[in-house]
């Protein structure tokens, strides 16, 4: 098993532009969630689903859009760049079972200029 | 709304003794999952251990082990006989929800351990 894979590893945005980071998991885990981690702040979640279908903001949403059309993938969509969107973009799934942990991506470093 | 709080932003441990990484929590529910994960410079997120907070016992997973204190709120992390490799951040987190999708984490904790 590949595990949570994310793609691009890297990425450089102008303000304004929009792009789609790519989440997939090959674990048949039915919750996905996207993070973001900031220098000082830890990560904060962005957006869940605990199926196909169904989505849900986490902690800080604005700017971001996402949709779940199978269980395998999970992609964000950053609709108008902004500088402050610039960070670390990790990707997560679980099986939603009590006592699972959730197995992280490694990671988009997304700067925007 | 829960919050996590690690107060140690960066320790330094000499090689082979114990070090112990704080973390407190602050939640009304009374159900609630608290997890430690270690992030090296090479940047992903590994999973250490898990404490749920109906668990009587401590969680042990070799050589980390969680000093869960219910009534003070607290989740220290452990680790005993320390290596070069234990050099890394450390975050706390918490879930409420059983399916653990949502994760609030703290700002972490930057250990170096000295040879």
């Known amino acids: 098993n590949a595990g949570v894979t994310q793609t691009p590893k890297f990425q450089v945005l102008k303000t304004g532009q929009s792009m789609t980071l790519q989440c997939a998991q090959d674990m048949n885990h039915e919750y996905m969630s996207w993070y973001r981690q900031d220098p000082g702040m830890g990560l904060r979640l962005i957006h869940y689903s605990v199926g196909a279908g169904i989505t849900d903001q986490g902690e800080v949403p604005n700017g971001y859009n996402v949709s779940r059309s199978t269980t395998e993938d999970f992609p964000l969509r950053l609709l108008s760049a902004a500088p402050s969107q610039t960070s670390v973009y990790f990707c997560a799934s679980t099986t939603g079972q009590e006592q699972e942990t959730q197995y992280f991506g490694p990671g988009t470093r997304l700067l925007v200029l | ?115």
């Open chain 2, 1 to 115: 709304a829960q919050k996590i709080t690690q107060t140690q932003p960066g320790m330094f441990v000499q090689e082979k003794e114990a070090v112990t990484l704080d973390c407190t929590y602050d939640t009304s529910d009374p159900s609630y999952g608290l997890f430690w994960y270690k992030q090296p410079s090479s940047g992903e997120m590994i999973f250490l251990i898990y404490q749920g907070s109906y668990d009587q016992q401590n969680a042990t997973e070799g050589r980390y082990s969680l000093n869960f204190q219910k009534a003070r709120k607290s989740a220290n992390l452990v680790i005993s006989a320390s290596q070069l490799g234990d050099s890394a951040m450390y975050f706390c987190a918490m879930s409420l929800d059983f399916g653990n999708e949502k994760l609030t984490f703290g700002t972490g904790t930057r250990l170096t351990i000295i040879p």
